[in-house]
T-cell receptor, first 113, second 112 residues
Framework: DTEVTQTPKHLVMGMTNKKSLKCEQH?????MYWYKQKAKKPPELMFV???????INESVPSRFSPECPNSSLLNLHLHALQPEDSALYLC????????????FGPGTRLTVT | QKEVEQNSGPLSVPEGAIASLNCTYS??????FFWYRQYSGKSPELIMF????GDKEDGRFTAQLNKASQYVSLLIRDSQPSDSATYLC????????????FGAGTRLFVKA
């Protein structure tokens, strides 16, 4: 089973709203990732958690706040976003040892109005 | 600035032909190399990974890695219209391995 799930599938939010994106995997993977993908562009790494600890933060603005409550769950809290933050937000996971193959969830399509 | 370069295409091949997709990378210390397929409006799907120099085959797909030339390729044999998608080359840095840099992707069209 290589399934990563993400909710919601679509999200429309105003610039003053607070919302959260959720990601879950039950593959026993110990590394989880958030990516942002704009149309016709490759995914851009935002955050990496390894063994529930934040391992990489790619200088992402503080209006994006990640959280890893346990080894299966990853959240991305959103607050005071800008219209240019509209994108597909992808979650991925990998085993977390010396194997780095990442498995992606279906993504959340975010529109900021 | 570490980079992963791909020809954006589109690459058009007839059904049944071999599609050859190429990728170069700038970080000589890179250790892990991946090919993802992404259909329009969908998320990337891992189709091949390769860690050692040489060829790796899986069904109709063959990944080729040449670390001396900093070059990785993907061959798709007996191409099918369902293979039409964007193919993303991805490379992991040597330190820790979690940081992945994606190429811009090559759009492949397989004509029936």
């Amino acid at each position: 089973d290589t399934e990563v799930t993400q909710t919601p599938k679509h999200l429309v939010m105003g610039m003053t709203n607070k919302k959260s994106l959720k990601c879950e995997q039950h593959m026993g993977h110990r590394a989880m990732y958030w990516y942002k993908q704009k149309a016709k562009k490759p995914p851009e790494l935002m955050f990496v958690y390894s063994y529930e600890k934040l391992s990489i933060n790619e200088s992402v603005p503080s209006r994006f706040s990640p959280e890893c409550p346990n080894s299966s769950l990853l959240n991305l809290h959103l607050h005071a976003l800008q219209p240019e933050d509209s994108a597909l937000y992808l979650c991925a996971s990998s085993r977390g040892d010396s194997s780095y193959e990442q498995y992606f969830g279906p993504g959340t399509r975010l529109t900021v109005t | 600035q570490k980079e992963v370069e791909q020809n954006s295409g589109p690459l058009s091949v007839p059904e049944g032909a071999i599609a050859s997709l190429n990728c170069t990378y700038s970080d000589r210390g890179s250790q892990s190399f991946f090919w993802y397929r992404q259909y329009s409006g969908k998320s990337p799907e891992l189709i091949m990974f390769i860690y050692s120099n040489g060829d790796k085959e899986d069904g109709r797909f063959t990944a080729q890695l040449n670390k001396a030339s900093q070059y990785v390729s993907l061959l798709i044999r007996d191409s099918q219209p369902s293979d039409s998608a964007t193919y993303l080359c991805a490379v992991n840095e040597d330190t820790g391995g979690f940081k992945t840099i994606f190429g811009a992707g090559t759009r492949l069209f397989v004509k029936a």
